[in-house]
């Protein structure tokens, strides 16, 4: 490939490619991340996935590690990418907002783990992404500070809650994200977007600088460009860390082997269920003619009834919300952050700042959290729901004791319009079916792209894995992507 | 109309433990506001906490010391509330699932051995401290004890009077400190209780309605609130009132208790299991080796005292009732092998100097082994009785040796048969008529010239020489 050639391609290259032609002495990482930074300066007035750009700490870095290319230091495979994370990861010296008003000028004096794990990698960092506030919300249009835009349709939303994430990778301001998902949060806007995303099992990678929105549920991971990149991603960013109790220590499998190109005996089961009610033909089609490939390619695909799934939005909305509503209780207007101009006692200085500097559905889920964990509502509520999440995981268990994957789309509609649902928050909260159940469970799943619609729109797939079977995950995702065309689509 | 009062104690001891339980700021007391506070224990954005090995151990060790049954499954629970002090806005503790529960301790009052029953034992983080601003009238906050780890010891409402209350909180500190478990510092904060107090008629089996008192720093605060609120409580019904249950807060000051909150301002605090941290699993293994790591206990070493060394019941529970005053007492009668004499010293002289001086036991000004040094001065007929108690004195003053305060004195007895004899021949010729008397049969006498032959050597003089020459120049016949 011709020098000149990589040039016009920069945009649209993997992490992987990159990464090729930097050992190759083809590109320098300065050039790599000026080429990114142009196309944010081009791009960010429609798209606006970053809420801070880093442009000149961006090039200071790229520099750096090219000299040391240079100078002909064996790096490590994401050395000299730049890459941008999303806005509720605790960056050193660098705003970290959740999106939120309330935390409009925190600085926090800490990276978390996965920052400081991919500053190992010697990854260079561009900024921050958009994100609903909080991690809160399906489409980013919950963000206090902007509203991101689809870059396949600007006048459609990219998903939430990690939509700068996945809007950023797919318009070519960012070679790779992080994001986080609670409910989804990376596997939807990572559908709507046309791009990867992968939820890692919980404990896989260590929540440490993660601002909470529902601790058991949350988890950081990778959206990126392919499923190559993601695996990487996976390799710089799983680990046992002591800083976090739940991070599990263990033997980490390097993910990068798992890549191969071959489904053959794959046991893959379809729940029922999902296939049904709510889902839009399109992406029906979409996964069956996916579940046909994987077929072809000598898996065994069969479809099986998974009973709890009904249980699943209920159960999550009043967990997450229940941990939400403490888990945000220290935004109070004491320590940092917003705080109200006019209150009169210690009490009015609360209600004043939460009231001013929580969006409306942070707010609701809150009061929604409150509730559930209230005394003589507990055991109807978030007792309920912790059994609930007990049967699922069961449930999910019997399954994969005749599966190794489970397949189902990644959401029930492709990326609608700005301001579609904003009035309905239970049509919202629906979106989150077939995602929610796999944060409950605490399992890996990945989503990538296995189609278009007739409006040449994004439809994602959902692969399903056993806990701490990334590998399988990412193995059939590899085989789906190489005898498939889906993922090589850029919206520009 | 007679009432019994019913009390129960909820008792907060902050742990020993070098760092904090979430991180590993220091848990040294003092210290600048806000240096000794950490992202993690103050809450910031993203962090998480991880629990310090050692609080486990150190709570298991209460646990087992008061007869507790060790969980071999526990869970830690957010409290979730909004203060200042506290910057998470909620508080990690354990609620459904304690570490430790179901013990006891058996404790002995003026009416005999008394059990009451320990609910539970449960392990928590501290808050910070609010100050008003001296320049403002704002408030300012200090993160410092935000996360010290401290245990909760809740009791059954066994208790039953002030005293049994101040003797069972007394074993408690004894225990925390002989286990390490505490330095239960009354004055710093580290060890603190909250009593919950009712009444009801004697012979009534229902219990009344109760209030909780906080605020109590110190074991006479203790006895002085409950005096005041069972009082406060019985003048309520006599007048024909009834007991609100409420939170009342003590003025020690005033020596009055106040409304703080009722029931139904009570706050609703939103337990739920804390998800950013793992059950907490006390394995067989390690509860073994806790067991195996427990020092002799105050009960024990009391017997120890009562068998090995014979010491009588009441002296050895004083003793054993703090650790450091029975440290003391073991190093001194080491030193001089008289553990009747250390004891008797123990429980005359130095407690009596420690009180006046509001000196505490952690704070003796010499080494244990120079008390053993004085008793062993006078078993070896250096020093009289008399001198001892000068020289202990002197040991306060100055924390030097005895045997160095002796020779610097000049205070050694003396044993000169012929010096002895000057006096004695001195002390008859100025006293004719108490020799008249001694000699017409008036054996009390004798003891007045004694006493006078001692005061002329300012007690210097070998007592038993004295006596010996006294005699000998009184029955002298008469030249």
């Known amino acids: ?492 | 109309m007679s009432y019994e009062i019913v009390i129960g104690l909820e008792i907060h001891a902050e742990l020993a433990t070098k760092s904090k339980i979430y991180c590993s700021c220091t848990t040294e007391f003092g210290g600048e506001p806000n240096t000794h506070c950490c992202p993690i224990c103050t809450g910031m954005p993203g962090v998480l906490p991880v629990l310090n090995k050692s609080v486990v151990e150190y709570a298991v060790k209460a646990g087992l010391a008061m007869n507790c049954k060790i969980s071999e499954y526990s869970k830690q629970d957010r409290k979730n509330y909004f203060y200042p002090d506290l910057p998470k806005a909620y508080q990690t503790s354990q609620y459904d699932l304690p570490l430790c529960k179901e013990g006891y301790l058996d404790i002995t009052t003026s009416d005999g051995i008394k059990r009451i029953g320990i609910t539970r034992i449960h392990i928590e983080e501290d808050a910070g401290k609010l100050m008003h601003d001296e320049w403002d009238t704002g408030t300012l906050i200090d993160y410092n004890r935000c996360g010290v780890p401290l245990i909760e010891i809740v009791t059954e409402p066994d208790i039953r009077s002030a005293e049994e209350a101040r003797v069972f909180l007394e074993n408690v500190k004894a225990i925390l400190e002989y286990t390490g478990v505490s330095d239960c510092k009354m004055q710093e904060g580290s060890l603190r209780a909250d009593v919950n107090l009712s009444i009801r008629k004697k012979g009534e089996t229902r219990f009344g309605t109760r209030t909780e008192m906080k605020n109590l720093n110190s074991f006479r605060a203790i006895v002085r609130a409950i005096e005041a609120e069972a009082q406060r409580q019985i003048d309520e019904i006599e007048n024909g009132g009834t007991i609100v249950q409420e939170t009342r807060r003590w003025d020690d000051v005033k020596g009055m208790s106040f409304s703080m909150r009722t029931k139904e301002e009570a706050h609703d605090y939103r337990y739920f299991p804390e998800p950013d941290l793992v059950p907490i699993v006390v394995s067989k293994e390690w509860l073994e080796k806790i067991k195996n790591s427990l020092p002799e206990l105050p009960q024990q070493r009391k017997q120890r005292y009562i068998e090995q060394f014979g010491l009588p019941q009441y002296d050895a529970e004083i003793i054993t009732s703090s650790k450091h005053l029975a440290d003391f007492f073991e190093k001194a009668q080491e030193t001089c092998g008289n553990p009747k004499a250390i004891s008797n010293w123990i429980m005359g002289d130095l407690l009596r100097i420690l009180k006046e001086k509001g000196i505490e036991y952690s704070d003796i000004p010499f080494e244990a082994g120079m008390l053993g040094k004085l008793v062993l001065l006078i078993d070896k007929g250096t020093i009289s009785g008399t001198i001892a108690k000068k020289i202990f004195q002197k040991m306060f003053e100055t924390a030097e040796d005895p045997e160095v305060i002796v020779k610097k004195e000049g205070l050694e007895v003396v044993n000169d048969e012929r010096a002895i004899l000057e006096i004695i021949q001195r002390v008859i010729m100025s006293n004719p008529q108490s020799v008249c008397d001694y000699k017409s049969g008036k054996e009390k006498a004798f003891g007045f010239l004694v006493g006078q032959a001692m005061k002329e050597s300012r007690g210097k003089a070998n007592p038993q020489l004295i006596n010996k020459l006294l005699k000998q120049e009184l029955d002298k016949p008469e030249q």
């Open chain 1, 1 to 492: 490939m011709e020098r000149q050639d990589c040039k016009v391609n920069i945009l649209n290259m993997t992490a992987h490619q990159l990464s090729d032609l930097i050992k190759r002495k083809k590109i320098s990482a300065v050039e790599i991340t000026k080429n990114i930074i142009d196309n944010i300066e081009k791009r960010e007035e429609q798209i606006n996935a970053y809420i801070t750009i880093a442009k000149e700490q961006a090039l200071k870095q790229a520099e750096e590690v090219q000299k040391k290319i240079d100078e002909g230091c064996e790096l490590p495979p994401l050395a000299g990418i730049p890459a941008a994370i999303k806005d509720n990861i605790c960056t050193k010296d660098m705003l970290t907002t959740c999106g939120s008003k309330m935390l409009y000028n925190f600085v926090p004096p800490y990276d978390a783990t996965v920052v400081e794990n991919l500053k190992k990698q010697e990854v260079v960092f561009l900024g921050k992404l958009n994100m609903d506030e909080f991690a809160m919300g399906s489409t980013t249009e919950n963000s206090y500070f902007k509203k991101t835009a689809n870059p396949w349709d600007i006048t459609r939303v990219p998903g939430g809650s990690s939509g700068g994430s996945a809007a950023a990778v797919a318009a070519g301001e960012a070679v790779f994200a992080l994001g986080s998902d609670t409910g989804g949060s990376i596997r939807q806007p990572a559908s709507f977007c046309g791009v990867v995303g992968m939820k890692p099992t919980y404990g896989a990678v260590s929540r440490f600088g993660l601002v909470a929105f529902a601790s058991s549920l949350d988890q950081i991971g990778p959206i990126t460009k392919d499923v190559t990149d993601c695996a990487l991603v996976l390799n710089a960013i799983c680990g046992h860390d002591p800083m976090d109790s739940t991070s599990l220590d263990m033997e980490y499998p390097d993910y990068s082997k798992a890549l191969v190109n071959d489904v053959k005996g794959l046991r893959i089961g379809i729940p029922k269920e999902y296939m049904s009610d709510g889902l839009n033909d399109e992406i029906k089609e979409a996964i069956l003619s996916a579940s046909k490939i994987y077929e072809k390619l000598g898996a065994t695909i069969e479809e099986f009834s998974f009973k709890m799934s009904e249980y699943a939005i209920p159960a999550y909305y009043l967990i997450s919300s229940a941990e939400a509503s403490s888990n945000l209780a220290r935004y109070d207007g004491i320590k940092y952050g917003y705080r109200a101009q006019k209150f009169s006692d210690l009490i009015d200085l609360y209600k004043q700042t939460r009231s001013e500097g929580f969006g409306t559905e942070v707010k609701r889920r809150i009061m929604l959290g409150t509730y559930a964990l209230s005394s003589g509502y507990y055991d109807a509520y978030y007792k309920k729901a912790l059994q609930a999440r007990t049967l699922i995981w069961q449930e999910y268990n019997k399954a994969f004791e005749k599966y190794d994957v489970i397949l189902c789309p990644t959401a029930p509609t492709v990326a609608y319009k700005i301001g579609e649902k904003t009035d309905n928050p239970l049509e919202m909260y629906l979106g989150d079916i077939y995602t929610v159940s796999v944060n409950i469970a605490g399992l890996p799943a990945i989503s990538l792209p296995c189609g278009f619609n007739s409006e040449n729109l994004p439809i994602g797939m959902q692969l399903i894995g056993k806990a701490f079977d990334e590998c399988t995950l990412i193995r059939a995702g590899y085989t789906f992507e190489k005898n498939t065309d889906f993922t090589n689509k850029t919206p520009f």
